[in-house]
């Protein structure tokens, strides 16, 4: 039992550190024309920048599914920092999590 709640503390731990560690990881994403975002591993956003062209009111519609597409793979750039940061942490077997 108590090699159990060891382990446990330990996993706890080695998360912690890792959520740390992503938070200090900036991810910019500009693939999407007119936008500009910067979020962090753990995925908190720090900036979204929009270029004036997109602030015309005839372009509102537009404008919204562009910045979702543009927020959606911003945040998949960011997952897949978190998978490479979890690879480098030996030890952390998490099913579903690792490979």
């Given at each position: 039992?108590?090699?159990?709640?060891?382990?446990?503390?330990?996993?706890?731990?080695?998360?912690?550190?890792?959520?740390?560690?992503?938070?200090?990881?900036?991810?910019?994403?500009?693939?999407?024309?007119?936008?500009?975002?910067?979020?962090?591993g753990?995925?908190?956003?720090?900036?979204?920048?929009?270029?004036?062209?997109?602030?015309?009111?005839?372009?509102?519609?537009?404008?919204q599914?562009?910045?979702?597409?543009?927020?959606?793979?911003?945040?998949?750039?960011?997952?897949?920092?978190?998978?490479?940061?979890?690879?480098?942490?030996?030890?952390?077997?998490?099913?579903?999590?690792t490979?």
């Amino acid at each position: 039992m108590f090699d159990q709640m060891k382990k446990l503390m330990d996993l706890k731990k080695q998360a912690d550190n890792l959520k740390r560690e992503l938070e200090k990881v900036t991810i910019e994403y500009n693939e999407v024309r007119g936008f500009k975002i910067k979020l962090n591993g753990a995925q908190m956003f720090q900036s979204i920048e929009v270029e004036d062209s997109w602030l015309d009111p005839k372009q509102k519609s537009r404008f919204q599914v562009e910045i979702v597409r543009a927020v959606n793979m911003a945040i998949k750039k960011s997952q897949k920092e978190a998978a490479v940061q979890m690879q480098k942490i030996g030890g952390l077997n998490i099913p579903g999590l690792t490979s």
